[in-house]
């Protein structure tokens, strides 16, 4: 120990030379006490000579001797002591130290009280020895070296051992760690481990542990040093695994050791010290390293020939140390919430870096680039979405190509050089207005794509938008893309132009024989069928899922999809088809009856050949167009009408079309519908039949449908009082049902899988449910005024995006098939007197044709 330890005990060995002298030494007594033990087994019977002193030549005196020389070289001087008397006084020790401090001892007749050293009250290696004052012809220079109690010591610290339990309440722990202690108790703890109390240095010591030095002397004066950010990360996580203790805490009574060994003092001897006859050199290292550590944390005694192997079983893996840590609910709630932290950062982290990833940034704030076949394109940001608009999809259908089927742009001659500007709309086809106006371009085959986004993965489904109010125009009408909806409903748009009248549809013998296949006519199905080619191309590239198109047609646009679902070039460019408003009078006349009844255009524009007629300017084909075919009748049948007059512009080609619809629709389709169609209660609603009366009354209809084909086919009573024909409102609602409605129901009973649904929520003075009203509030163009109509927009936009995303109507029924779109959509049987008008044939005789 220290040079503190060695005075006291030379002091102390100094004083108890001048003590009683004569008092028998206790080297003698137990000698003596050897001698009765020993005497009955070795002398012969007579034999009265005292036996010496010497030690007898036994395997446990050898094994002392060797002790003894190892000892020699330290410069101590040993006695030795025999091994029965030493086992006799370590079986006494035993028994005292088990009886407790209220059993008294019996030393020389005289009661002692023994003497105990309390827990880790000493930091010395070793055990405590009794020492006896130096006496003449001692042979130990008044020293006694006791022999240590190896069994003992094993024990305890076996005891001790088993005593240490894995780090538990590790929340507390970290609670606790953070938690700034007063300063008063710190001074009380270090006051107490400065002195010499044995209690209160005990605690204090097992509470500092490694913070103070091998001599247990605290730095009072010193400030604890100041714990750092990562240090009061990295402590708390470091004790959850519980860490070994080294073989010198244990010894010296440092963290949580066993009881250290206790001797018995005598009361003649209480005053002396104990000394320590460990070698200062080992440190009581030897005896420490004979004690084997077993992997479940036990401390046995080794043998001294496996020391060297059972050193290496002091080291426990970390897997073992693992295992034996015992997690309580605060370690896993601690733990569990460092997971979601880590989780959250490594999210939070992805969301940031998964737009750019994903999407072509934005330049200057309103500028978007994507990629096409025929190289890049520039859009602007538009109310929240990006729209790219004046896209070419096929070449002009100008000069030699006019009259000739649309052509996709597949060579890098007809591309662009650098990135396309699409900011501005391109002009619309040539077309004829209503009040007779022409307008529009030739070259016009462009499309506008609205887009909410450009990313390549999660695309979005694909809305493309035909529409016309006309074969002849104008188009595209009311039905425009909005980039409003097109952000709110996550979908896109796409709106291509197709060329109407003449242009678009135009079937004579000369174009027939200069093209090839021998074809004309339905010029304007090529354009929406290479629309469809470079949407099912190019989409992706912004954002959209070519495998899922959606083609939105309404009135004449609705009428060019619903012959083109019927056609073959058309398979796999689209998915589904939601038809509104359109004309249910098809193609029924052959290319070559076709041809002949178009030889009046020919000869109003004086033209014999092809090269005359490409030839021909814009405003002379528009001239040479007849007049039968650019108006039809929308109002009730009069008695002159003639239905064979009509003009068809579409026909049965043999290349786009080669069967009638109606042969189609009987093929029965199998799985999701792929077709929708629908119209609204009033579409033959116009401001010129509006006006002719100025308040409609009860006489005036009365006698305007007098008047008509009905009056003719004495109808009139019977369909006056079927729909209470008093007003305007009644009296639209029975004209559409013999135009549209009702026609419409008769193709739709053709396809038992494509749901019919009509609107009859009204709006205005008079509640007319008008032809655009559906696909108004579809696009978010309707504008509801009372509480009933905006549950009429909700229950649209239900019902049409609804089947966009997913391809079914929910609301249908095949039971009862039509669906009445009110403020809700109703399933119903039929709808009402349809087949009065189909059993008098006025349906579908009269029906609408575009």
Same mark, same amino acid.
């Given at each position: 120990?220290?040079?503190?330890?060695?005075?006291?005990?030379?002091?102390?060995?100094?004083?108890?030379?001048?003590?009683?002298?004569?008092?028998?030494?206790?080297?003698?007594?137990?000698?003596?006490?050897?001698?009765?033990?020993?005497?009955?087994?070795?002398?012969?019977?007579?034999?009265?000579?005292?036996?010496?002193?010497?030690?007898?030549?036994?395997?446990?005196?050898?094994?002392?001797?060797?002790?003894?020389?190892?000892?020699?070289?330290?410069?101590?001087?040993?006695?030795?002591?025999?091994?029965?008397?030493?086992?006799?006084t370590?079986?006494?020790?035993?028994?005292?130290?088990?009886?407790g401090?209220?059993?008294?001892?019996?030393?020389?007749?005289r009661?002692?009280?023994?003497?105990?050293?309390?827990?880790?009250?000493?930091?010395?290696?070793?055990?405590?020895?009794?020492?006896?004052?130096?006496?003449?012809?001692?042979?130990?220079?008044?020293?006694?070296?006791?022999?240590?109690?190896?069994?003992e010591?094993? #024990? $305890?610290? %076996?005891?001790?051992?088993?005593? *240490?339990?894995?780090?538990?309440? !590790?929340?507390? @722990? =970290? &609670?606790?760690?953070?938690?700034?202690?007063?300063?008063?108790?710190?001074?009380?703890?270090?006051q107490?481990?400065?002195?010499?109390?044995?209690?209160?240095?005990?605690?204090?010591?097992?509470?500092?542990?490694?913070?103070?030095?091998?001599?247990?002397?605290?730095?009072?004066?010193?400030?604890?040093?100041?714990?750092?950010?990562?240090?009061?990360?990295?402590?708390?996580?470091?004790?959850?695994?519980?860490?070994?203790?080294?073989?010198?805490?244990?010894?010296?009574?440092?963290?949580?050791?066993?009881?250290?060994?206790?001797?018995?003092?005598?009361?003649?001897?209480?005053?002396?010290?104990c000394?320590?006859?460990?070698?200062?050199?080992?440190?009581?290292?030897d005896?420490?390293?004979?004690?084997?550590?077993?992997?479940?944390?036990?401390?046995?005694?080794? #043998? $001294?020939? %496996?020391?060297?192997?059972?050193? *290496?079983?002091?080291?426990?893996? !970390?897997?073992? @140390? =693992? &295992?034996?840590?015992?997690?309580?609910?605060?370690?896993?709630?601690?733990?569990?919430?460092?997971?979601?932290?880590?989780?959250?950062?490594?999210?939070?982290?992805?969301?940031?870096s998964?737009?750019?990833?994903?999407?072509?940034?934005?330049?200057?704030?309103?500028?978007?680039?994507?990629?096409?076949?025929?190289?890049?394109?520039?859009?602007l940001?538009?109310?929240?979405?990006?729209?790219?608009?004046?896209?070419?999809?096929?070449?002009?259908?100008?000069?030699?190509?006019?009259?000739?089927?649309?052509?996709?742009?597949?060579?890098?001659?007809?591309?662009?050089?650098?990135?396309?500007?699409?900011?501005?709309s391109?002009?619309?086809?040539?077309?004829?207005?209503?009040?007779?106006?022409?307008?529009g371009?030739?070259?016009c085959?462009?499309?506008?794509?609205?887009?909410?986004?450009?990313?390549?993965?999660?695309?979005?489904?694909?809305?493309?938008?035909?529409t016309?109010?006309?074969?002849?125009?104008?188009?595209?009408?009311?039905?425009?893309?909005?980039?409003?909806?097109?952000?709110?409903?996550?979908?896109?748009?796409?709106?291509?132009?197709?060329?109407?009248?003449?242009?678009?549809?135009?079937?004579?013998?000369?174009?027939?024989?200069?093209?090839?296949?021998?074809?004309?006519?339905n010029?304007?199905?090529?354009?929406?069928?290479?629309?469809?080619?470079?949407?099912?191309?190019?989409?992706?590239?912004?954002?959209g899922?070519?495998?899922?198109?959606?083609?939105?047609?309404?009135?004449?646009g609705?009428?060019?999809?619903?012959?083109?679902?019927?056609?073959?070039?058309?398979?796999?460019?689209?998915?589904?088809?939601?038809?509104?408003?359109?004309?249910?009078?098809?193609?029924?006349?052959s290319?070559?009856?076709?041809?002949?009844?178009?030889?009046?255009?020919?000869?109003?524009?004086?033209?014999?050949?092809?090269?005359?007629?490409?030839?021909?300017?814009?405003?002379?084909?528009?001239?040479?167009?007849?007049?039968?075919?650019?108006?039809?009748?929308?109002?009730?049948?009069?008695?002159?009408e003639?239905?064979t007059?009509?003009?068809?512009?579409?026909?049965l080609?043999?290349?786009?079309?080669?069967?009638?619809p109606?042969?189609?629709?009987?093929?029965?389709?199998?799985?999701?519908p792929i077709?929708?169609?629908?119209?609204?209660?009033?579409?033959?609603?116009?401001?010129?039949?509006?006006?002719?009366?100025?308040?409609?009354?009860?006489?005036?209809?009365?006698?305007?449908?007098?008047?008509?084909?009905?009056?003719?086919?004495?109808?009139?009573?019977?369909?006056?009082?079927?729909?209470?024909?008093?007003?305007?409102?009644?009296?639209?609602?029975?004209?559409?049902?013999?135009?549209?409605?009702?026609?419409?129901?008769?193709?739709?009973?053709?396809?038992?899988s494509?749901?019919?649904?009509?609107?009859?929520?009204?709006?205005?003075?008079?509640?007319?449910?008008?032809?655009?009203?559906?696909?108004?509030?579809i696009?978010?163009?309707?504008?509801?005024?009372?509480v009933?109509?905006?549950?009429?927009v909700?229950?649209?936009?239900?019902?049409?995006?609804?089947?966009?995303?997913?391809?079914?109507?929910?609301?249908?029924?095949?039971?009862?098939?039509?669906?009445?779109?009110?403020?809700d959509?109703?399933?119903?049987?039929?709808?009402?007197?349809?087949?009065?008008?189909?059993?008098?044939?006025?349906?579908?005789?009269?029906?609408?044709?575009?």
């Amino acid at each position: 120990m220290g040079e503190l330890e060695e005075k006291e005990t030379a002091a102390t060995e100094t004083a108890t030379q001048h003590e009683n002298v004569d008092e028998p030494k206790e080297t003698d007594k137990m000698l003596e006490k050897k001698e009765e033990t020993v005497e009955p087994h070795s002398e012969k019977p007579g034999d009265n000579k005292k036996k010496s002193i010497s030690k007898p030549t036994t395997p446990t005196n050898e094994r002392k001797t060797s002790e003894e020389m190892m000892r020699s070289n330290a410069n101590e001087e040993i006695i030795d002591i025999p091994v029965e008397n030493e086992a006799k006084t370590t079986i006494d020790d035993e028994e005292n130290h088990d009886n407790g401090d209220d059993k008294k001892i019996s030393t020389e007749e005289r009661e002692v009280k023994p003497k105990k050293i309390p827990i880790g009250g000493l930091k010395l290696p070793g055990f405590f020895m009794k020492s006896k004052p130096r006496v003449d012809g001692d042979g130990a220079d008044g020293e006694l070296l006791e022999k240590e109690h190896k069994e003992e010591i094993t #024990s $305890e610290i %076996k005891l001790a051992k088993k005593d *240490e339990k894995p780090a538990k309440n !590790f929340g507390k @722990r =970290l &609670r606790d760690f953070f938690v700034r202690k007063p300063a008063a108790e710190k001074q009380a703890k270090q006051q107490a481990v400065s002195t010499g109390d044995a209690d209160t240095k005990s605690e204090a010591t097992a509470e500092a542990g490694p913070a103070t030095d091998g001599n247990m002397k605290t730095n009072s004066d010193v400030p604890p040093p100041k714990r750092g950010l990562l240090n009061a990360i990295k402590l708390p996580i470091a004790n959850m695994i519980p860490k070994k203790s080294p073989d010198d805490d244990v010894e010296m009574g440092m963290g949580k050791a066993g009881l250290a060994s206790m001797e018995t003092l005598d009361d003649s001897l209480k005053d002396q010290d104990c000394v320590d006859k460990a070698s200062p050199k080992n440190n009581g290292v030897d005896e420490i390293s004979k004690l084997k550590k077993t992997p479940s944390g036990e401390i046995k005694q080794a #043998s $001294e020939e %496996k020391t060297l192997t059972d050193t *290496e079983d002091l080291q426990i893996s !970390f897997c073992q @140390r =693992l &295992r034996s840590y015992k997690c309580s609910v605060d370690d896993a709630l601690i733990a569990l919430g460092i997971l979601l932290f880590i989780f959250l950062i490594a999210v939070i982290g992805y969301v940031l870096s998964y737009e750019t990833l994903t999407s072509p940034p934005i330049r200057e704030g309103r500028f978007m680039d994507a990629v096409t076949g025929c190289g890049m394109v520039e859009g602007l940001k538009e109310d929240g979405a990006f729209a790219f608009r004046g896209i070419p999809y096929a070449l002009p259908p100008t000069g030699d190509r006019r009259w000739r089927a649309a052509q996709t742009i597949e060579g890098i001659e007809d591309c662009w050089n650098g990135t396309l500007q699409a900011h501005n709309s391109s002009a619309f086809c040539t077309q004829m207005l209503g009040n007779g106006t022409v307008m529009g371009e030739e070259d016009c085959l462009y499309l506008d794509v609205i887009t909410p986004h450009i990313r390549y993965d999660s695309p979005l489904p694909v809305i493309v938008m035909i529409t016309a109010e006309s074969l002849t125009g104008p188009s595209p009408g009311v039905l425009r893309p909005s980039a409003r909806y097109s952000r709110s409903h996550d979908v896109i748009y796409v709106r291509p132009n197709f060329r109407l009248g003449a242009f678009g549809f135009l079937a004579v013998e000369i174009l027939t024989k200069d093209s090839y296949p021998h074809t004309s006519g339905n010029y304007a199905l090529s354009d929406i069928i290479a629309a469809l080619k470079w949407i099912k191309l190019n989409i992706a590239h912004f954002g959209g899922d070519p495998k899922s198109v959606t083609v939105l047609g309404h009135r004449a646009g609705g009428t060019l999809v619903t012959a083109l679902v019927t056609s073959k070039k058309a398979e796999g460019l689209y998915t589904r088809a939601w038809i509104s408003s359109a004309s249910a009078v098809y193609p029924g006349k052959s290319l070559v009856e076709s041809e002949k009844r178009n030889l009046e255009f020919l000869q109003a524009l004086d033209c014999q050949d092809v090269k005359c007629l490409r030839a021909a300017s814009v405003e002379k084909i528009w001239d040479a167009t007849p007049d039968t075919w650019l108006h039809f009748p929308v109002d009730i049948p009069t008695v002159d009408e003639n239905k064979t007059t009509h003009h068809e512009w579409l026909v049965l080609d043999g290349d786009i079309l080669q069967e009638h619809p109606a042969e189609s629709w009987k093929k029965e389709h199998s799985g999701s519908p792929i077709l929708v169609m629908g119209t609204t209660a009033h579409e033959s609603h116009t401001e010129k039949l509006r006006r002719r009366f100025a308040n409609w009354t009860a006489e005036e209809i009365r006698n305007f449908i007098e008047s008509s084909k009905i009056g003719m086919l004495n109808l009139t009573d019977e369909a006056i009082k079927r729909y209470n024909a008093t007003n305007y409102r009644a009296l639209v609602s029975m004209i559409t049902d013999i135009r549209t409605i009702c026609p419409l129901l008769i193709n739709a009973r053709l396809q038992p899988s494509a749901p019919f649904y009509v609107v009859t929520q009204g709006a205005g003075e008079e509640q007319l449910a008008t032809v655009n009203d559906d696909v108004q509030a579809i696009m978010g163009r309707y504008e509801p005024h009372t509480v009933e109509q905006r549950r009429f927009v909700s229950s649209m936009q239900q019902l049409f995006y609804y089947y966009v995303a997913h391809g079914t109507v929910p609301q249908y029924d095949p039971r009862r098939r039509v669906i009445n779109v009110g403020q809700d959509p109703l399933s119903q049987e039929d709808y009402p007197n349809c087949n009065f008008w189909i059993s008098n044939d006025i349906v579908p005789r009269y029906a609408r044709i575009d």
